[in-house]
Each structure stands twice: as C-alpha cells, then as structure tokens.
C-alpha cells in the first residue's frame, strides 16, 4: 500500500478509535501531503513522501528545542507524541557500522583526500544512498576518516 493511502486509512482507524494524539498527528501529515499535491504534480510519489515526513520531523525536533528553551514541557510531550507517529512511517536509517562501510565507499568514490572534500563525499553518499543515511552521521564519520 503507498504511504499515502496507508496515513488515510490509519487515521481513518485512529479517529474511530478515538485517540486523539495520533488522530492530530495522522492530519498534520496528511495536510502537508495534500498540499504538497496541490502543485499540479498529479500525486504524491513514495519519494516525495518521505521527503515530507523527514521535514516535518525535523520541524518537531526543532520545535522541542524551542519549547524546551521556554519551560514548556507540556508542549515537548505534544510534539515528541508526532514525532514518534511520524518515526513509524519513515524508513529506518542505516546503523553506524553499515555508515562506515558507506561513508569509506564514498570516499573511495568520490576521490575526497582530506576534510576539505567532506562535501564532495557528503554529495556522491546523498546521490547514492539518498534516504538510507543519516547525513549528520556520515559527517562526523567522514571527517574521522579524512586526514
């Protein structure tokens, strides 16, 4: 079942089921992919989705840091309550081990030689395992490796 279909039908069974937190968060999302869908491109891809779900989290996250800053526990419950309706839509992330393996592919790839081509390591990781690698991850891991 496509992403998009599979948000409709759990919120579908969240607000019959009456559980509030996870009937806000499945609207949330299907709101950005509604107007995601309003640029004319006829849908939302599996892709695109992910993408969408990867920024709303970031957004979260960036919203805990905030309400944290201002003493708002209450609201960091909220928004942590998304993030872990969210985290069960995007797919896994590869571990720290299989990173490594990737990140020394990429520097082999790329022909990086030192911590100034990060990027250039950082560009051939995300063109070849775009979705697959937490980027801040791979950084801290490539600039280890990096003389």
Do not use: H
Request: aromatic share 4%.
């Amino acid at each position: 079942m496509a992403l998009n279909d599979q948000i409709k039908a759990d919120l579908a069974t969240a607000m019959k089921a009456k559980e509030a937190d996870r009937t806000r968060a499945l609207r949330m999302i299907r709101a950005a992919f509604i107007e995601a869908e309003k640029d004319g491109s006829g849908g939302v891809s599996e892709e695109r989705a992910v993408d969408i779900l990867r920024r709303l989290r970031k957004q979260r996250l960036e919203s805990i840091e905030q309400y944290q800053a201002g003493g708002r526990t209450d609201l960091v419950d909220a928004e942590q309550a998304e993030i872990d309706v969210i985290d069960g839509y995007l797919p896994k992330l590869a571990d720290e081990s299989t990173t490594r393996n990737w990140v020394i592919e990429a520097i082999a790839g790329s022909g990086a030689a030192s911590k100034k081509e990060v990027g250039k390591v950082m560009g051939w990781l995300m063109k070849n395992r775009k979705g697959l690698v937490d980027a801040g991850i791979a950084k801290a891991i490539a600039e280890s490796l990096l003389p």
